[in-house]
Antibody, heavy 122, light 106 residues
Framework: QVQLQESGPGLVKPSETLSLTCTVS??????????WSWIRQLPGKGLEWIAF???????YYSPSFKGRASISVDTSRGQLSLKLHSVTAADTAVYYC??????????????WGQGTLVTVSS | SYELTQPPSLSVSPGQTASITCSGD??????VSWYQQKSGQSPVLVIY???NRPSGIPERVSGSKSGNTATLTFSVTQAIDEADYYC?????????FGGGTKLTVL
């Protein structure tokens, strides 16, 4: 059974960098069949995809986050990470990691982690 | 940018059929997935590739697509189905989610 667990600071100051980690168990982050994504949900709002990384370290970013977000995998630890630079209060959200499976650039997300709330505030 | 349109809310009585729609340009050329999100929980995949159910999702939950509209249907809605539902596709290398539909079972 694949499980994902997000971790990171719950509070980040404006203009700083948000750093999150997702620990994957039951699957390999080096699998060529899986695409590891970060998705967020603003308070009371819908879902917003940020980026994904897959085998070999290839990355795709939402245009909304390109240049501000950085996604990577640590194969030795079986973790995926997200860095979001120059955060503002508008980045306050629950951040989820999720596994993408299925055809490349047509995949679905299953499972999702439990999510971690990040608040941007001084 | 690409958009998916869902009704913000839908109310249904237990035992009735509930249908949630998701519309978007050229949706016929894309795979549609659906996610259920109960209050305070993370999303769960309920339909993938338009009409496929993951293991553990009951048969009364189904997905379909016609033209530019995809539909998530609960044939016999139960109280446990009360949740927010999101459709999702890929467009031009980007993931797009619909705005979500709050399903209320009265």
């Amino acid at each position: 059974q694949v499980q994902l667990q997000e971790s990171g600071p719950g509070l980040v100051k404006p203009s700083e960098t948000l750093s999150l980690t997702c620990t994957v168990s039951g699957a390999s982050v080096t699998s060529g069949n899986d695409y590891w994504s970060w998705i967020r949900q603003l308070p009371g709002k819908g879902l917003e995809w940020i980026a994904f990384v897959y085998y070999g370290g290839t990355t795709y970013y939402s245009p909304s986050f390109k240049g501000r977000a950085s996604i990577s995998v640590d194969t030795s630890r079986g973790q995926l990470s997200l860095k979001l630079h120059s955060v503002t209060a508008a980045d306050t959200a629950v951040y989820y990691c999720a596994r993408g499976t299925g055809p490349f650039l047509r995949n679905h997300f299953d499972p999702w982690g439990q999510g971690t709330l990040v608040t941007v505030s001084s | 940018s690409y958009e998916l349109t869902q009704p913000p809310s839908l109310s249904v009585s237990p035992g009735q059929t509930a249908s949630i729609t998701c519309s978007g340009d050229e949706l016929g050329n894309k795979f549609v997935s659906w996610y259920q999100q109960k209050s305070g929980q993370s999303p769960v995949l309920v339909i993938y590739r338009d009409a496929n159910r993951p293991s553990g999702i009951p048969e009364r939950v189904s997905g379909s697509k016609s033209g530019n509209t995809a539909t998530l249907t609960f044939s016999v809605t139960q109280a446990i189905d009360e949740a927010d539902y999101y459709c999702q596709v890929w467009d031009s290398g980007t993931v797009v989610f619909g705005g979500g539909t709050k399903l209320t079972v009265l």
